[in-house]
């Protein structure tokens, strides 16, 4: 029986550019995940998309298509999430292409299994850093952006990513002390049990990359870490 997602506490992530086997996506499928995320950066195409949904389908793990481009958009995913860079310098990236994709998609869209994360990038060296313009946010400025997450925006999510390296479990904490209905997620540079838990203790949900395409068996493991945190 699958979870809420106020109770969820483990995602994987999917990168529709990058290669997995049908036997490492299903055992990924039947971890005890909570959710399957499909989203990258680059070269996420339709067809990348449509792949993984379909191989993601046969199990009842919930799955959910982060949407990071407009032509890679297609029904059939039980939950979109639509990303605001909280802390990117271009207006762009918090409004103007959420602006676009509602125009186009808003006849069709269904607020029961849409939901908005309010997304904080905090490694400069991310692909997602970059390509947003984003700008590194001190201490009180991601605490600021949590609060706005939830105060100003309601938004349902905050998502502290740091795509591609581990991020400060302090700051992490910080956040969700400043949090009371607005979800905390962790993202970035999740390799093992003891730095899954380590998050999760803090963050309301943790999400693994990367470590599935590089150690795919540490990353499995990473499920049961967090089981009873
Ligand atoms: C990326 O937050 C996720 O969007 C996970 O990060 O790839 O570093 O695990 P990693």
Same mark, same amino acid.
Not at 38 to 58: A, N
């Given at each position: =029986?699958?979870?809420?997602?106020?109770?969820? &506490?483990?995602?994987? %992530?999917?990168?529709?550019? &990058?290669?997995?086997?049908? !036997?490492?996506?299903?055992?990924?499928?039947?971890?005890? @995940?909570?959710? #399957?995320?499909?989203? $990258?950066?680059?070269?996420?195409?339709?067809? $990348?998309?449509?792949?993984?949904?379909?191989? +993601?389908?046969?199990?009842?793990?919930?799955? /959910?298509?982060? /949407?990071?481009?407009?032509?890679? /958009?297609?029904?059939?995913?039980?939950?979109?999430?639509?990303?605001?860079? =909280?802390?990117? @310098?271009?207006?762009?990236?918090?409004?103007?292409?959420?602006?676009?994709? #509602? &125009?186009?998609? %808003?006849?069709?869209?269904?607020?029961?299994? @849409?939901? *908005?994360?309010?997304?904080?990038?905090?490694?400069?060296?991310?692909?997602?850093?970059?390509?947003?313009?984003?700008?590194?946010?001190?201490?009180?400025?991601?605490?600021?952006?949590?609060?706005?997450?939830?105060? *100003?925006?309601?938004?349902? +999510?905050?998502?502290?990513?740091?795509?591609?390296?581990?991020?400060?479990?302090?700051?992490?904490?910080?956040?969700?002390?400043?949090?009371?209905? @607005?979800?905390?997620?962790?993202?970035?540079?999740?390799?093992?049990?003891?730095?899954?838990?380590?998050?999760? !203790?803090?963050?309301?949900?943790?999400?693994?990359?990367?470590?599935?395409?590089?150690?795919?068996?540490?990353?499995?493991?990473?499920? &049961?870490?967090? !089981?009873?945190?």
């Amino acid at each position: =029986m699958y979870k809420e997602m106020n109770e969820w &506490k483990h995602l994987f %992530k999917l990168d529709p550019a &990058k290669e997995i086997s049908d !036997e490492q996506l299903d055992r990924l499928c039947e971890s005890g @995940t909570d959710a #399957i995320i499909v989203g $990258g950066t680059d070269d996420v195409t339709l067809d $990348g998309v449509l792949d993984l949904l379909s191989r +993601i389908r046969r199990h009842t793990v919930p799955c /959910i298509l982060e /949407i990071s481009n407009m032509e890679a /958009i297609t029904p059939g995913f039980d939950y979109y999430y639509i990303p605001m860079v =909280m802390n990117s @310098t271009e207006k762009k990236w918090m409004m103007d292409i959420q602006h676009q994709a #509602i &125009k186009q998609y %808003k006849d069709i869209m269904d607020w029961d299994e @849409t939901f *908005v994360e309010g997304y904080c990038i905090l490694n400069e060296e991310a692909k997602a850093f970059k390509h947003t313009s984003c700008y590194m946010p001190d201490m009180e400025d991601v605490t600021a952006y949590a609060y706005m997450a939830e105060n *100003v925006f309601h938004l349902p +999510i905050f998502y502290m990513e740091y795509s591609g390296t581990y991020g400060d479990p302090k700051l992490v904490r910080q956040v969700k002390a400043q949090l009371n209905n @607005t979800l905390l997620f962790y993202g970035g540079g999740i390799e093992n049990n003891f730095q899954a838990a380590e998050m999760k !203790e803090h963050a309301d949900a943790i999400i693994v990359g990367n470590s599935i395409y590089t150690d795919f068996k540490k990353a499995l493991k990473t499920v &049961k870490a967090v !089981e009873n945190v």
